[in-house]
């Protein structure tokens, strides 16, 4: 057992786990953190006077405590609970550019890859990776060094599930040259979607922090756990893509309230 002058040093990352203030279910548990901190912050007043108007009395007010984590993953529950999103799952309709030829061998097809220009035949054939949901007059195609510029004209087009066959006027300006098609298609239904609207913020919660102090004078790990009654998560989420450098990790900051019907903010609790 250590006494009080027993000297503990801190590094390892907590795992955190969110409980529901009302029923104190577990919701989601944060095992992928990169960093967990606690700021504890006050301001100071004070009341001055005499020759010079020195400070005489200070008191400290507005005392304010953060929590800031950093997670180098994200889950879909992570999402939804920290950032307001709401989930749906079912067909969507996605925007497909292809540029590409797609092996359609299996039930997911899969893009073979740039050293497999997607081409129109000398017949004026096409052969998409997945059924476009529009119009053939709707789909757009465009010589590939002529992207986005002007399209290829789908007079007189045909579509036949996942085989687009142009016109006349279209065989002329792309026969047997390299094509890049926009057009939409549906999703499965296992589809899931997160939405951001401008009524849905994160919830509030009770946190339980768990990690290990070191201690001095034997070099062991000992159990530590932080309590957090209520915290408020904020509803601010950042996600980075990057080419290059290290993954992007997903930091959230969280306002540490006064428990109800009590002073206690934060508890630390070291136990053997």
Known sequence: MSNANTKFGAKEVMDVTLYDMATNKPVICFDTLKTSSISVTSEKVYARGGKGN???ITWEINKEATLTIEDALITPKSMELVSGMAT????????????????????????????????????????LAFTPKEKVEDI???????????PVTMTGASINEKTLTLGPDGITSAADKKVVVYYTRDTSETTQTYVITADKFAGTYKLVGDTVVRNAETGQDE???????????????ELGFSADGDPTSTTFEC???????????IEMIKYE
Do not use: H
């Open 140 to 150: 757009r195609v465009y010589l590939s060094d002529s992207d986005c510029g002007t």
């Open 223 to 237: 159990p530590f756990q932080i309590i957090i009654p209520n915290l408020k998560w904020t509803s601010n989420l």
């Open 88 to 127: 749906a799952t079912g067909t969507k309709t996605v925007y497909v550019r292809q540029k590409n030829e797609w092996d359609t061998t299996d039930t997911t097809p899969k893009d073979k890859g740039d050293l497999y220009p997607l081409k129109c035949s000398k017949e004026g054939v096409i052969n």
């Open 255 to 265: 306002e540490i309230m006064r428990e109800s019907g009590s002073s206690t903010m």
């Open 54 to 56: 020195p400070k005489l």
